[in-house]
């Protein structure tokens, strides 16, 4: 049986980061979230946020897309990407809207893009031992 595997992550503002990086703002006005308590859940597709971090992020909604959970099917709201920060990789993905009582999801799409992986034993995050703990990009 597995337990909760839960990990410090950062999101940032994709759109902010362009912004900051043409130096239409100054990098300090780049809106992020530090998250202390993202659930990693390798049944979930995507990055999922609360509510309360997608307004903080000031995240554009951009389509509405079938979802099913626990709760049973149902239509979810998907807002603009973002840049995820994690063990120092990055990548970018849109996130799908959960309501505030949900914790952080970080799903299967994300630990692709970083190229991680629940060790079970240790019930921690790890680098692809395949790859032998760095992040690597598969192309096949």
Known sequence: MMGRVVVEATVENLMDLW????????????????????????????????TRFVTQLGLKKSYEKGSISTQGP??????????????????????????????????????????????LRSQKLIGNPAHGGEHVLELY
């Not at 809207?97 to 299967?108: C, F, K, M, R, T």
Request: include cysteine; charge should be negative; charged fraction near 20%.
């Open 74 to 119: 149902g239509v979810d709201s998907v807002y603009s990407t973002v840049r995820l920060t994690l063990f120092g990789r990055t990548c970018t993905v849109e996130v799908m809207e959960v309501p505030d009582s949900v914790p952080a999801l970080i799903g299967q799409i994300p630990l692709e893009m970083l190229d991680l992986v629940v060790d």
């Open 19 to 50: 912004d900051a990086d043409r130096g239409l703002i100054p990098p300090d006005q780049v809106r992020r979230v530090q998250l202390t308590d993202a659930l990693v859940d390798t049944s979930a597709t995507t990055l999922a946020l609360p």
